[in-house]
């Protein structure tokens, strides 16, 4: 008899503790694609971002303020207009996608370690266990676009600030599954302190008839 509830009882703790690890390894099977995503995520932003500052420091170098924005004035040196010159802005941001594009493809093949602990889903254990190697193969494609800012600094002085606003799209290869990690940089490209009454236009083509609104 008491084998017999001995041999229950056994039965219970077995099916107890296979319940237990099957619930587990759906919990870290679930886990596998965001825990994945999310580590390689993190190293291609931070590779990109790298390779980012450093291409637009290099290309941003070669270039002024003068190179992008001319300052119409009148006779008595008020300022009539503010004007863009087009084909450099046009050069400038081919010039800048195509050296990103180039630099962040450069990077090559990557692997991601992952402790198996990250698995889990449990804060305590997200660095523990062995590592796992995950192999990173990506592409990216660069957009680039040319965006300009105003700020009052004082009386009559104006802080105008051009960006270049650069948009990647990377195409990961991954063991488990393809994916897509999109990344955006503001890069600083030149800055002036305008002295004099700003007009109200602000001219953004060769022809005055396409402007933008400069003061709400």
Same mark, same amino acid.
């Given at each position: 008899m008491k084998s017999k509830k001995f041999g229950r009882l056994l039965l219970i703790v077995f099916l107890v503790a296979a319940i237990g690890v099957g619930a587990f390894l759906l919990s870290c099977q679930s886990n596998v694609k965001p825990v994945v995503f999310t580590y390689c995520d993190a190293l291609i932003a931070s590779l990109g971002m790298e390779a980012i500052n450093k291409s637009s420091a290099d290309v941003v170098s070669l270039y002024e303020y003068s190179? $992008?924005?001319?300052?119409?004035?009148? %006779?008595?040196?008020?300022?009539?207009?503010?004007?863009?010159?087009?084909?450099?802005?046009?050069?400038?941001t081919r010039s800048l996608a195509?050296?990103?594009?180039?630099?962040?493809?450069?990077?090559?093949?990557?692997?991601?370690?992952?402790?198996?602990?990250? $698995?889990?889903?449990?804060?305590?254990?997200?660095?523990?266990?062995?590592?796992v190697e995950v192999d990173i193969t990506f592409f990216s494609t660069v957009n680039c676009d040319f965006v300009t800012?105003?700020?009052?600094?004082? /009386?009559?002085?104006?802080?105008?600030?051009?960006?270049?606003?650069?948009?990647?799209?990377?195409?990961? =290869?991954?063991?488990?599954?393809?994916?897509? /990690?999109?990344?955006?940089?503001?890069?600083?490209?030149? %800055?002036?302190?305008?002295?004099? %009454? /700003?007009?109200? =236009?602000?001219?953004?083509?060769e022809s005055s008839t396409s402007y933008l609104d400069l003061i709400p």
């Open positions: 190179d $992008f924005i001319e300052i119409a004035r009148d %006779e008595k040196g008020s300022i009539l207009y503010l004007g863009t010159n087009t084909p450099m802005v046009n050069g400038f195509l050296r990103c594009e180039n630099a962040l493809n450069a990077i090559g093949k990557q692997t991601a370690v992952i402790p198996t602990g990250a $698995f889990t889903g449990s804060a305590l254990m997200s660095n523990s266990g062995p590592k800012c105003f700020e009052n600094v004082g /009386i009559n002085q104006t802080r105008h600030s051009i960006y270049a606003k650069i948009d990647v799209l990377f195409n990961t =290869v991954l063991p488990i599954a393809e994916h897509e /990690i999109s990344l955006t940089n503001n890069v600083l490209i030149a %800055e002036n302190v305008i002295i004099g %009454e /700003i007009p109200g =236009v602000y001219i953004s083509g």
